[in-house]
């Protein structure tokens, strides 16, 4: 009788410690050299998280996944859901029919960002989870920015869900790239730069390395072709003067322009970014191709340099 009594106790004890974690929001992960530690929710101290990992037997990835899974269970079970799913709310407040009601311009960016994840997790609606990912990166840009494992370090997003964000901000940055696509001609340095934010300033303005890439232009001074030539540092052994000249020969062109960014963020040209640009108009002089511009990105819209506006193609 005293086993089975004590039986009793051990699993109302196990209950209980569940019925805390659900209610305090409390998650066990396992790092990859067996370490237990616990996030979200309200913090609990350490002496109590080794009570947890001892009572609950933590060991390994799949006994954190399993008491996880059990406190889900428990919020719904307990009625411990602090918010409503939005296919529950009233239809004047749910992301997808005020979009169809009022137009996506009109939509907070928890909204639209909701709309994209579709549904929410562990009691938290779409856009709840959408406004966390929000607070916990500051911005659109900075989501952006993230990889899908940063994403996925945000409790109730997984790779489904990061993916879809992905795709989302990705088709983004395209619908600029069809807006450049469509210019007829460069006409001056204005044009030139307007070109270049429209098609690589959301892929460049927050890369951690630097990107030089080349834009070819026929006798009208269309563009034709976009090539990425290197990435890292500007300097002589990462660009390839040989391979500019071959590709603007290849492709017909009549002048070209030259695009990079700065990580940092300061678009100022350095004394190497100007000695190779020499390089490049000197070679391209021998077979008849001007270079019209050369353009360094920073961090913001306004952080560049138009070497053409700063007299530094001569």
């Known amino acids: 009788m005293k086993g089975k009594e004590s039986k009793k106790i051990e699993v109302g004890e196990i209950r209980e410690l569940l019925k805390f974690l659900a209610a305090n929001r409390v998650y066990p ?81 928890a909204k639209l960002l909701a709309i994209i994840l579709r549904t929410g997790s562990d009691g ?10 929000i607070n916990h990166f500051g911005s659109l840009r900075a989501i952006d920015s993230a990889s899908i494992n940063e994403l996925c370090e945000i409790e109730g997003i997984g790779i489904a869900k990061a993916a879809q964000i992905k795709a989302a901000l ?34 460049l303005r927050d890369a951690k390395k630097e990107f030089f890439s080349v834009i070819l232009l026929d006798s009208g001074n269309k ?10 540092s500007l300097d002589a052994s990462t660009v390839d003067v040989r391979e500019i000249v071959r590709e603007a020969s ?48 920073g961090k913001n819209q306004e952080d560049y340099v138009s070497f053409l506006e700063k007299g530094l193609l001569a």
């Not at 996030?39 to 008491?67: A, F, H, M, P, W």
């Not at 307990?78 to 009601?101: A, T």
């Not at 030139?192 to 959301?202: E, Q, R, S, T």
């Open 29 to 109: 992960f396992c790092t990859k050299n067996g370490r237990i530690y616990f996030v979200k929710g309200n913090t609990i101290s350490d002496r109590l998280k080794q009570y947890i990992i001892e009572k609950l037997n933590l060991k390994t990835k799949e006994d954190c996944k399993r008491v996880r899974e059990a406190i889900k269970e428990e919020i719904l079970k307990s009625g411990l859901r602090l918010n409503k799913p939005i296919k529950e709310w009233v239809k004047d407040e749910r992301p997808r029919e005020m979009l169809v009601k009022h137009g996506a311009e009109n939509l907070s960016t």
């Open 124 to 133: 938290v609606s779409a856009e709840d989870l959408a406004r966390k990912l």
């Open 170 to 203: 990705e088709i983004g940055k395209r619908l600029m790239r069809e807006k450049a696509e469509k210019i007829k001609k460069i006409k001056n340095a204005k044009d030139a730069i307007g070109y270049v934010f429209d098609y690589y300033f959301p892929y």
């Open 223 to 232: 563009p034709i072709k976009n090539l990425e030539l290197s990435k890292g």
């Open 250 to 297: 290849r492709e017909g062109a009549a002048s070209l322009i030259l695009v990079h960014n700065h990580p940092s963020g300061e678009a100022e040209p350095s004394n190497e970014d100007i000695r190779v640009t020499k390089r490049i108009i000197e070679a391209c002089n021998l077979i008849g191709v001007k270079v019209l511009d050369h353009i360094i990105i």
